[in-house]
Nanobody, 115 residues
């Protein structure tokens, strides 16, 4: 079973940067598609960015050009570099790992962007 632990959230001013990390346990990491989702209060959880086992990426339109997802299979870790943060990026960010067998969520990390 894969477990995910996120870190790196916090409070930042608009225009600033944060890097989120998601460390995965287990041996399946390298074959799994990893994603970052976010959920603001009263809203649904939406995909922010995803990266496949072959390192193909896709992004929500709202973060293209500002956020970058990457993975380090040697460290079983996926990252989300967030630049030029906006107040509307404020949300709980969740890491997700999925393949044909599993669909696993982390506990979430809060990102708050102040104006």
């Amino acid at each position: 079973q894969v477990q995910l632990v996120e870190s790196g959230g916090g409070l930042v001013q608009a225009g600033g940067s944060l890097r989120l990390s998601c460390a995965a346990s287990g041996s399946r990491f390298s074959i799994m598609t990893m994603g970052w989702y976010r959920q603001a209060p009263g809203k649904q959880r939406d995909l922010v960015a995803a990266i496949t086992s072959g390192s193909m990426t896709n992004y929500a339109d709202s973060v293209k050009g500002r956020f970058t997802i990457s993975r380090d299979n040697a460290k079983n870790t996926v990252y989300l570099q967030m630049n030029s943060l906006k107040t509307e990026d404020t949300a709980v960010y969740y890491c997700n790992a999925r393949d044909f067998r599993y669909n696993i969520w982390g506990q979430g990390t809060q990102v708050t962007v102040s104006s």
